[in-house]
């Protein structure tokens, strides 16, 4: 310790015994957190993957977005994650400003994710509007559907702020997934690198191959009301498809 914090620490503890007061702790931030979805399906018709594979003929499953907005140290904090594919350039801001405008906080405050389902949209605005500009037959997303989606998360998550609870305690865990996550590259039984492992291998020798470097850990992060459990986040890194390209 150097000689001018000592200093500063003994004026301080002389001030608190001078002081006909108790010393107190700051006060702990009072969180609060409530929960929202909202339903992001894309029309039929409407490209998936960003015109990659074929458009949406039937819906076989609802996407949709997840999210909780925490509250109570700063500005809210909102967390979505949406059943999509990607969600780039200007979508992203687009997304974010307008979830951040509904709860009265800030852009770089939102955490926005997209899961990467492959049978799914991937937005991105300024090549739509570029495609649209030059009158080209492709279509990467339709940008009055993303404005709705959009609207709709944003309703989402300002509505959800009235059933705010407080939040009494903050979990955390984690646990090792097996057989689910592998790397692209992997050593063969020669000991070569390999990487014929793609999105979809069916090849049962390739898919059989080691696992690879990997995280294997699945990680929780989960909020409390006492023993009612608020809300839970896990996290694992996947390429997260066994099929795709279906239209559904
Ligand atoms: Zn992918």
Not at 78 to 103: H, M, P, Q, S, T
Not at 123 to 149: N, S, T, Y
């Amino acid at each position: 310790m150097n000689p001018t914090r000592r200093d500063a620490m003994g004026a301080a503890i002389a001030l608190t015994v001078g002081s006909p007061f108790a010393p107190v702790r700051a006060a702990e931030p009072k969180l609060t957190l409530a929960t929202f979805d909202a339903e992001v399906t894309i029309p039929i018709g409407h490209p998936c993957m960003g015109g990659g594979i074929a458009p949406a003929k039937e819906i076989v499953d609802p996407l949709l977005a997840h999210g909780f907005v925490l509250s109570g140290a700063g500005k809210p904090v909102v967390f979505v994650a949406l059943d999509w594919c990607e969600i780039r350039n200007g979508a992203y801001d687009l997304f974010r400003n307008a979830v951040a405008k509904a709860v009265g906080t800030e852009p770089v405050r939102v955490m926005l994710c997209a899961l990467h389902q492959h049978d799914a949209p991937i937005v991105d605005l300024e090549a739509q509007q570029l495609l649209e500009k030059h009158k080209a037959r492709g279509a990467i997303c339709d940008l009055a559907f993303l404005e709705k989606a959009v609207s709709r998360v944003a309703d989402a998550a300002k509505t959800c702020l009235k059933t705010a609870r407080p939040v009494t305690h903050i979990g955390t865990g984690e646990a090792k997934v097996e057989k689910v996550a592998s790397n692209r590259r992997y050593l063969d039984e020669s000991g070569k690198v390999q990487y014929n492992r793609t999105s979809a291998s069916r090849d049962p020798k390739v898919r059989a191959g080691e696992e690879g470097t990997i995280d294997p850990l699945l990680k929780t992060l989960s909020f409390w009301n006492g023993d009612t459990p608020l809300c839970g986040l896990s996290a694992y890194a996947t390429h997260p498809m066994s099929y795709y390209g279906k239209a559904g």
